[in-house]
């Protein structure tokens, strides 16, 4: 199994453009979730979902959209790029009997000049 | 979710024992214990959970005082790859908003 994997590893975007983060797990698990991580801090939740065609916000959900079409996969769209958005992002997922032990891809760099 | 206290850093000799400390005074009686860690530059990673009695895989053990109010991970043999922030959280076990929440943490580094 390839756990959790995210594309890119690093990115560099200007103010107001957009991308899409891939997340794709290969465990068959329910919930995915996108977490951003500023330097020195903890991560702190953007958006989950619990299955394919669910998904609900974090504490952190402005700026960026999810979609979540099937099981394996749940993209991150950043639609107009600040500054603010530099960050680290990490997605994760976990099976349904233990929601809490959740399973971490390698992280995005992101880069908003 | 109650609320956790850890230190902000400590270090151990590579080979010893590396005993992290967290309180978590206010946990109610069905909420969890987890550890993960976070090695630079890469995702977290899940150590151990427990509710009550002491708990031990293949990373680590996990000790939790009688009144569940704190709680210790046991590195038992530290070494230098064991160098990450160590994040004590304290969560249900059940629920469709099992949204974890990292603070800091507590800087282990390892020194040969």
């Known amino acids: 199994n390839a756990g959790v994997t995210q594309t890119p590893k690093f990115r560099i975007l200007k103010i107001g453009q957009s991308m899409t983060l891939q997340c794709t797990q290969d465990m068959n698990h329910n919930y995915m979730y996108w977490y951003r991580q500023d330097p020195g801090m903890g991560l702190k939740l953007i958006y989950y979902s619990v299955g394919a065609g669910i998904t609900d916000k974090g504490e952190v959900p402005n700026g960026y959209n999810v979609s979540r079409s099937t099981t394996e996969d749940f993209p991150l769209r950043l639609e107009l790029a600040a500054p603010s958005q530099t960050s680290v992002y990490f997605c994760?997922?976990?099976?349904?009997?233990?929601?809490?032990?959740?399973?971490f891809g390698p992280g995005t760099r992101l880069t908003v000049l | 979710d109650a609320k956790t206290t850890q230190p902000t850093s400590m270090d151990c000799a590579e080979g010893r024992a590396a005993n992290l400390p967290c309180n978590h005074s206010t946990i109610s009686g069905n909420e969890y214990v987890y550890w993960y860690r976070q090695i630079h530059s890469q995702g977290p990673q899940y150590i151990i959970h427990?509710?009550?009695n002491n708990e031990t895989n293949e990373m680590a053990s996990l000790i939790i005082t009688e009144d569940r109010k704190s709680s210790t991970l046991i590195l038992p043999h530290a070494t230098l790859r064991d160098t990450a922030v160590y994040y004590c959280i304290v969560r249900r076990n059940t629920g469709a908003n099992s949204k974890l929440t990292f603070g800091k943490g507590i800087t282990l580094s390892v020194r040969p």
């Open positions: 994760a997922s976990s099976w349904t009997g233990n929601q809490n032990e959740q399973f």
């Open positions: 427990g509710l009550k």
